[in-house]
C-alpha cells in the first residue's frame, strides 16, 4: 500500500494558493471538520481500484449482516438494509479512518431490541435522538467521558452480548416458535421445546455454521499474492480470496437456492425470512409520534418509554466506533480524530433516522474486511453503500426465500468471536480486583444491559476513588519517621493519613517527630491543606514536629496561600531529619515568598 495513505487522519500540508497565517489556519481548520479534504487532491486510480475491491467485498458481507442484524433487533428484515448504507456515504465525507465502516452490528441490535420493543417508529425514533446526543458530545469535546469505562466493563459486556446473542438465534437455528426474548425465559423455553425442533432448518443451520467455519479457516490461511507468482496462481488465489471474503453471501445464497428448490416442489422445510418491504426507503422526518389500535403515544411517553436507552444506546455506539477506530489506527500506523468520529457517527445516525435505519455503529467485523481488502480511504464505502441501494431497489423479491436458519447462523459466527476467554485469566493475573467490574458487568446485562454497565462503572469507579482516598506509602522507620506518598493528596486521603502518623509517630512512647515526603505529589486541593493544618497542629501539641519535603512548585503555592500555622519544608530529606533531630546547620524555608529558592519563586509568580 502506498506510504503516502498513511497520512489520512493527519491535516496535509496547505497549497501554496492557501500561503499565509490566516490561510493555514482555515485551510487546517476546514481540513479537520471535512477530513475528505487531506486525501481527496491526492486520490490516484490505484487508489480507486483497491477502494472499489474492498468497498465490493464490504458490500456483499454486510447486505446478509443488515438481514440477520434485522431480526437481532426484532424488526422486519429491510430495516437492517435501510441502516446500513446511510453510514457509508457520511463516513466518505467526515471520517478519519480509512478502515471503519458504519453499519447495523450485533451489539447495537440488541440494545434496540431492549429499548424499541420490536416497533420500528420507536428504533428510527432513538436513531434520531441518539444522533443529536453523539453530535453534541462531539462539537463540545467530551469524547473524554468515554475514557470512564473501563476495559473490563467493555469485556463484561460484549461477552454477555455475544452470549445473549448467540443464543437468542438457537430457536431459529433450530425452526423454534413461540420462544420470548428475556434472557432468561428464552433459555427456559428454548430446552422445554427441543423436542419441536424442524429437522430441516437444523441441519441447514449447522451445513451453513460449518461452511462459514471453513471458509474463514481459508481465508485465514490463504497465503499474500505477490507480482512474481505466476498469472494461474494469482488467478486462483484471486478467486479463493473473494469467495473466502463474501462466505456470508455465498453461504446465505446457496441456502436460499436450496429453499426455493423446495419451494418448486410445493415442499418447503425451512422458515423463511418472507415478505421483504420492495424500493428504497422515502426521505421523511422521524416519528414524533405513533398512532395504534389504542390511541396515540406523544413524543415525551416515546422518551420515557425508552428510558435509559437514550444513554445506554449513543455512548455503547460511540464506544463501539471508537474502539474499532482507535485499533485498526494503531495496527496500520495513523491517527484517528476521536471527537470527529463523533460528529461522524452522530451525523450518520441523524440523517439516517431520515430513511428509517435504527442506530448504527461501526463494525469490527466488516472493518477488519475493509483492512484486509487493501482499502485506502473511505471512498470504498461509496461502493459499499451504492451497492446496498440496489440490492433494496432490486434484489428483496429474492429475500424472500432465505431461510432464517441460515441467517442465524450468520449471526453465531460473526458475534463468536467476541467473545473473550481469555480476558478472564489475563485479569487473574494481571490484577485480580479487575475481575469485580467485569464479573458485576457480565452478569447484570443478562437481566439489564443498563443495570450491567452502570454497575460494572460504578465498582470500576469505587476502585479508582479507593485508590485515590487510600494512596499508597511508604514508611521508614526511625528516631523521626518518614512517611513518602505516591500521588497526589486529595481531600478524601487526609484522614487515612492522619491515621498514620497517629498511631506510628504521636501514640508512640514517647511521641516523635516526623517528615512526609512529597516528591510525588503533584497536587493537592483546599480540604487537603485544611487537613495538613489540623495535622500540624496535632504535632505541635503533642510537642514534637512535623516537616516537609519535595514539594512541587503548585503544591507549594497552595499550602503558602493556606497559611498553615507551623509549617516547614526542606530541600532534602536530610535537611529535615537534621532540623527535627535539633541539630545545627539546617534551615526551613520561611513561609515567606522571600525565603524561598529563586527558581520557585519565579514559577510561583508565573
Known sequence: MPSSVQAL??????????????????????????????????????????????????????????????????????????????????????????????????????????????????????????????????????????????????????????????????????????????????VYYTFLRLG???????????????????????????????????????????????????????????AALVAYSFEVTGYQPFVLTGETAEGLPPVRIPPFSVTTANGTTSFAEMVQDMGAGLVVVPLMGLLESIAVAKAFASQNNYRIDANQELTAIGLTNMLGSLVSSYPVTGSFGRTAVNAQSGVCTPAGGLVTGVLVLLSLNYLTSLFYYIPKSALAAVIIMAVAPLFDTKIFGTLWRVKRLDLLPLCATFLLCFWEVQYGILAGTLVSLLILLHSVARPRTQVTEGPVLVLQLASGLHFPAVEALREAFLSRALEASPPRSAVLDCTHVCSVDYTAALGLGELLEDFRRRGVGLAFVGLQVPVLRVLLAADLTGFQCFSTLGEAEQYLKQEPGAQPYNISEDSVPEHKVALLKA
Open 9 to 186: 487522519g493527519k491535516p496535509r500540508s496547505t497549497h501554496s494558493g492557501m500561503a499565509g497565517p490566516g490561510g493555514c489556519c482555515s485551510a487546517s481548520a476546514l481540513q479537520k471538520w471535512l477530513p475528505i479534504l487531506s486525501w481527496l487532491p491526492n486520490y490516484s486510480g490505484q487508489w480507486l481500484k483497491m477502494d472499489f475491491i474492498a468497498g465490493l467485498s464490504v458490500g456483499l458481507t454486510v447486505i446478509p449482516q443488515a438481514l440477520a442484524y434485522a431480526e437481532v433487533a426484532g424488526l422486519p428484515p429491510q430495516y437492517g438494509l435501510y441502516s446500513a448504507f446511510m453510514g457509508c456515504f457520511v463516513y466518505f465525507f467526515l471520517g478519519t479512518s480509512r478502515d471503519v465502516t458504519l453499519g447495523p452490528t450485533a451489539i447495537m441490535s440488541l440494545l434496540v431490541s431492549f429499548y424499541t420493543f420490536h416497533e420500528p417508529a420507536y428504533a428510527v425514533l432513538l436513531a434520531f435522538l441518539s444522533g443529536c446526543i453523539q453530535l453534541a458530545m462531539g462539537f463540545l469535546r467530551l469524547g473524554f467521558l468515554l475514557d470512564f469505562i473501563s476495559c473490563p466493563v467493555i469485556k463484561g459486556f460484549t461477552s454477555a452480548a455475544t452470549v445473549t446473542i448467540g443464543f437468542g438465534q438457537i430457536k431459529n437455528l433450530l425452526g423454534l416458535h413461540d420462544v420470548p426474548r428475556q434472557f432468561f425465559l428464552q
Open 196 to 254: 419441536e425442533t424442524r429437522v430441516g432448518d437444523a441441519v441447514l443451520g449447522l451445513v451453513c455454521m460449518v461452511l462459514l467455519l471453513v471458509l474463514k479457516l481459508m481465508r485465514d490461511h490463504v497465503p499474500p499474492v505477490h507480482p512474481e507468482m505466476p498469472p494461474g496462481v494469482r488467478l486462483s488465489h484471486g478467486l479463493v480470496w473473494t469467495a473466502t471474503t463474501a462466505r456470508n453471501a455465498l453461504v446465505v445464497s446457496f
